[in-house]
């Protein structure tokens, strides 16, 4: 009875570390969307590309996150061009729609507390701000950036938002 009892909760233990572990880690994250805005920055006059990425299955660690842009680099870079100008960047955001909470957001890009992509999402939604995941881009926006890779011999930087 007692070896029963002790399989079943070393099986027990087992199955929650692998999920566990699969959450955090495993997890692949799965590019779903990708929309592309530009605009001209007023202090600069230079037109700038934001290219947002709408990922599913996120996992949970920073490290798993960033593989989502180590797996899906080429394909992005080829098929949309969203690192151009020094100012361009890329946000990868949690697919995680939701209503709109001040229908004035949806005149913005990224707006106040939700990512509105400027109405692009179906139904009008938008995803809350804190679901964004990081950012890419050719210029180091913090001190806490660190490089992911490169292209045309310049570094990319990811950075990740305090709030993630």
């Known amino acids: 009875m007692k070896s029963k009892k002790s399989a079943v909760i070393t099986a027990l233990l087992v199955y929650f570390v692998a999920q566990a572990l699969y959450l955090y880690l495993i997890r692949p994250g799965d590019v779903k969307h ?29 490290y798993s996150q960033k593989m989502i842009w180590t797996k899906n680099k080429n394909k992005i870079i080829n098929t949309w061009k969203p690192l151009i100008n020094n100012c361009d960047d890329i946000v990868f955001i949690k697919n995680n729609p939701e209503k709109v909470s001040d229908s004035a957001e949806l005149a913005f ?56």
């Open 34 to 62: 990708v929309y592309q805005n530009l605009e001209i920055r007023t202090n600069s006059k230079k037109e700038c590309k934001s290219t947002a990425i709408v990922v599913d299955n996120v996992p949970l660690s920073h």
């Open 109 to 164: 890009w990224i707006g106040e507390n939700q990512v509105c992509l400027k109405g692009s999402l179906k139904g009008k939604q938008c995803i809350p701000k804190d679901d964004i995941l990081f950012f890419v881009s050719l210029d180091k926006t913090t001190v806490d950036d660190e490089v992911i890779g490169d292209i045309n011999g310049k570094p990319l930087y990811v950075y990740f938002p305090s709030w993630t």
